[in-house]
């Protein structure tokens, strides 16, 4: 059984930073891409950034460019999300996702599991 645990999230102020983590058991974590996603109250779900399996390549949101960075821990089975110089416009519910192939996409269908959601509020 696939599980995907986030954590990480939280209130902020603006310019503040936040590290996300979420842990995949129940799987071959490091065969696959990796993403994360977010959602506004009001809002789809909208991508963030995306990982390749091999950590080769890494795509982002343009909202995020210079301030967000993915990493994974192939060893840990484990993502990240660094955020840095966070925004009130950041605010959102943060979600892991596992890719069903190996290189990163930015289209929602394109990932089959996903984790709960952490909260993390920017405060201005």
């Known amino acids: 059984q696939v599980q995907m645990v986030e954590s990480g999230g939280g209130l902020v102020q603006a310019g503040g930073s936040l590290r996300l983590s979420c842990v995949v058991s129940?799987?071959?974590?490091?065969?696959?891409?990796m993403g994360w996603f977010r959602q506004a109250p009001g809002k789809e779900r909208e991508f963030v950034a995306g990982i390749s399996w091999d950590v080769g390549a890494t795509n982002y949101a343009d909202s995020v460019k210079g301030r967000f960075t993915i990493s994974r821990d192939n060893a840990k089975n484990t993502v990240y999300l660094q955020m840095n110089s966070l925004k009130p416009e950041d605010t959102a519910v943060y979600y892991c996702a596992k890719g069903r192939r190996g290189y990163t996409r930015t289209m929602e269908g394109a990932y089959d599991y996903w984790g709960q959601g952490t909260q993390v509020t920017v405060a201005s």
């Open positions: 129940g799987l071959t974590f490091n065969i696959y891409a």
